[in-house]
């Protein structure tokens, strides 16, 4: 594998969607193909990262070099997530469902037996807040992912201190052509301890390739925390 500024790190980066299963043949979902998360992965390890790389259901072909971990659910991520541990640096990239339908039946829900017509939901585990609030094996360096489609700078903010993590990426996810959410390209805001940079918008391996570079500087300084 590639030497380079991050040899010998190890890092964790969860990408794509997750699925969270109401009946045998019916999820609920959001649109993240994963392709952001697997360029990060791939970045990494372009610079010599030992990079584990959980994720959710895409169409994506796996990448070489990488240890890559499949996951279904919001569940299932949180368990590969913690089982990748301990590790220098965490990205999450994934867009995981706050929600999972608390319901799952084992038989396909039939319109003729009543149907649905309301999901109950439980809350899934928050892994970012959980990785970022650890009190023994917390990675030096935590970057989540915040996807909205109002106030992005404020809300992106707000969920960097709240979840605790160091560095955030904010990212408008706003329906239209540019939308990054299953896209090419992507335009972020990132948001570290020492303030905000907006990026221009570019295809997602330079995003991914400039956040590594980053990383890696980030990794090579004083601790963070
Ligand atoms: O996959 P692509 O099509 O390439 O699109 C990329 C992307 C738009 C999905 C990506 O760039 C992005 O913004 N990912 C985060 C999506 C998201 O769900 O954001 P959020 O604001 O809901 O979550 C905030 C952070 O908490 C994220 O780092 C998320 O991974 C994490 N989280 C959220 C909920 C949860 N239960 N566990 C988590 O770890």
Avoid at 55 to 74: F, H, K, M
Wanted: overall charge neutral; proline content about 7%.
């Amino acid at each position: 594998s590639a030497s380079g500024p991050l040899t010998n790190k190890k890092i964790l980066v969860t990408a794509g969607p997750t699925h969270e299963p109401l009946d045998p043949v019916r999820y609920i979902a959001n649109r993240s193909s994963g392709k952001q998360g697997y360029a990060i992965a791939a970045a990494l390890r372009n610079l010599g990262a030992d990079v584990t790389l959980v994720t959710g259901p895409t169409s994506i072909a796996l990448p070489a070099g990488i240890n890559t971990v499949r996951v279904e659910t919001a569940r299932e991520m949180m368990a590969a997530s913690e089982a990748a541990l301990p590790v220098d640096c965490a990205i999450m990239c994934a867009a995981v469902a706050d929600y999972r339908p608390s319901i799952e039946t084992d038989h396909k829900i039939k319109k003729e037996r009543g149907g649905l017509t309301n999901i109950p939901v439980a809350e899934n585990p928050d892994i970012l807040k959980t990785v970022s609030q650890l009190q023994t094996n917390r990675p030096r360096l935590v970057i989540g992912f915040a996807a909205e489609t109002d106030d992005v700078l404020c809300y992106a903010e707000a969920k960097r201190k709240r979840k605790g993590c160091d560095w955030i990426v904010a990212n408008d996810v706003s329906p239209g052509a540019d939308c990054p959410m299953g896209g090419e390209r992507n335009e972020i805001i990132l948001i570290t301890d020492k303030g905000d940079e907006n990026w221009p918008q570019m295809p997602k391996d330079e995003v991914a390739r400039r956040l590594a570079v980053r990383i890696g500087e980030a990794l090579a300084g004083p601790s963070l925390v």
